[in-house]
Structure formats: C-alpha cells, structure tokens
C-alpha cells in the first residue's frame, strides 16, 4: 500500500506568479483535501475533491482552484500568489463511504513566496 | 462558524507525571473531534476520535459538550510522547476539519 505522497517538496515563486501543487493519494482512496498551514498555526481547509468535483470550500479566495483526476490524484492551484500564501500545503486522502473516515495526510509542500 | 482552541502552544511534563491537553470547541451542531499527532520529521497523523471512545498510546479523550471541551488526557506521559498535538472538528463533514493551532507537548527525563 503506498502512501499519500505530494511534489514538489519545496518551491519558491514571486509575489503575482502561479504554482500548481500535486498530491498522490493513497491507494484505494477517492478522497482528497487540501489544508493550508501557516507557520505557528493548524491546518486550515482549503477545499476537498471527490468523483473529479469539488465537495466543499473553505475561506479561500476563487484564485485557489483544484482538480482531481480518474486515478484520484489531485491538483492544486494557486494564482496571482501573494506574500502570504507562503505557508506549507497538505493534502490528505480518504475513502468516502468507509465506517471511519481516516484522513490520511501527505508529507506537504512548502511554498515561499518573495 | 466553528472554531477550535488550544490555549497552551507549549507543555511541558517530566516523565511519568500525567499530561492533559486542552481543546475547547466552538460548533452549533453535533460536533466529530479528532486529535492528531505530528512527531519529529513524521507527518500529520490520527491519533483519536471520539466517535470510537479508544485509548490509543495511552492517550484518551472525552467529550464533554457542557464545556465544549474535547481535553487530550494520559495519565504518565513518557519521552516518546513528545510531539506537536493538533485537534479538530470535522463540523463540515468528514476530511473537511477546522484544527487548533497545536501545543507541542515535551515530555522531559
């Protein structure tokens, strides 16, 4: 079984660029969401991916946008990055429909942004 | 709108003293908590839910919704106990959570 895994590990852009993140999900799920998580804080829900459509939104402007593909794994995209979008972005995958619901979380990407 | 708070960002215990981290919550509905775990270089990982009313590692928490209050409790912390602890509540539904903002708890010799 392999785990959730997520590139790039690491990636540095300008204030007003774009960046796509990836996130490969666990074997055997259908379920990805992703959190951003500034220094010194929790994470915070951006939005989750089930079936290849979006399944809920938290407070995160339209400039944040995903997608999800056959295979279940899943993008996330950033544009017109602001200073403050430097954080580290997680993803988690999760089978929908299974008694527990376990999220399981990827090791994340950190994103600076100068 | 829901919220989750850890009122202490850092604790610190000697090895065999009990250790109780606290989350209190803010939810309108029938609220699912979790605790997470994040040890050194390790990602994110479920520690409890309280749907399951489990002891993992030790570690158990209760829900008490008088209190709005989901405290993380171990009654002789040990040094591997060491980590960042995150809770959470999945009011959005199930993979959406709203997280505290973590207490690293240090268990020392």
């Known amino acids: 079984e392999t785990g959730v895994t997520q590139s790039p590990t690491h990636l540095i852009k300008t204030r007003g660029q774009q960046v796509t993140l990836r996130c490969s999900s666990q074997s055997g799920h259908n379920t990805v969401s992703w959190y951003q998580q500034a220094l010194g804080q929790g ?15 938290g407070n995160f402007p339209p400039r944040f ?50 | 709108a829901q919220r989750v708070t850890q009122p202490e960002k850092l604790l610190s215990v000697f ?3 009990p250790v109780e981290l606290k ?24 520690l409890l839910r309280h749907i399951s009313r489990e002891s993992i590692k ?30 959470a509540l999945a009011g959005l539904g199930a993979g959406k959570s709203t997280f505290g903002d973590g207490t690293t708890l240090t268990v020392k010799p």
């Open chain 1, 43 to 57: 994470p915070q829900f951006i939005f989750q991916y089930y079936r290849e459509e979006e399944n809920g939104r």
């Open chain 2, 15 to 17: 090895k065999g003293a």
């Open chain 1, 65 to 114: 946008s995903g997608l999800q593909f056959p295979n279940y794994s899943s993008e996330l995209n950033v544009n017109a990055l602001e200073l403050d979008d430097s954080a580290l972005y997680l993803c988690a995958s999760s089978s929908a429909g299974a008694p527990d619901n376990e999220q399981f979380f990827g090791p994340g990407t950190r994103l600076t942004v100068l």
């Open chain 2, 23 to 46: 989350c209190n919550y803010s939810y309108s509905g029938s609220p699912e908590l979790f605790w997470y775990v994040q040890y050194s270089r390790q990602r994110l990982q479920l």
């Open chain 2, 58 to 87: 030790g570690f158990t928490a209760d829900l008490n919704k008088g209190e709005t209050s989901f405290h993380l409790k171990k009654p002789f912390a040990q040094e591997e106990d060491s980590a960042m602890y995150y809770c």
